[in-house]
């Protein structure tokens, strides 16, 4: 199988496996992508900081690997993941709370602001 990345990048999904909830879209490198593969945690790029991260290398809230499935055109994939605590850095289970219209839908799981306390986050 031959990933199909973009500048260097091909989009993630983020599904829980318990719930089938979609949790976060991110971005993975072939850096990343192998990381994640072999310590069974995800990896991604961040765009914005240019550099690999770990979920919850600061928060806790790591995302184990059930199982990474591609695409039908080998451009995205899909990571199956069993979440500890929440993987929105805003506080929520998923970074999909609200709607087009900005109704939250869906309440804090975490106060970012002790998790992140003094962590430049």
């Not at 973009?6 to 990343?32: F, H, S, T, W």
């Amino acid at each position: 199988m031959e990933i199909q990345f973009k500048d260097g990048l091909v989009p993630v999904i983020v599904q829980e496996r318990r719930n089938r909830d979609v949790l976060m879209l991110a971005y993975a490198n072939a850096e990343a992508l192998e990381l994640t593969r072999t310590t069974g945690y995800a990896h991604y790029y961040s765009r914005s900081r240019q550099k690999l991260w770990k979920k919850g290398e600061e928060s806790g809230h790591v995302q184990r690997i059930c199982r990474i499935l591609v695409d039908c055109d080998e451009d995205a994939i899909l990571y199956e993941v069993e979440q500890t605590g929440a993987a929105c850095h805003t506080g929520h289970a998923s970074c999909f709370y609200r709607t087009v219209e900005g109704e939250e839908i869906a309440g804090l799981v975490f106060d970012p602001e002790k998790v992140y306390a003094n962590k430049g986050e």
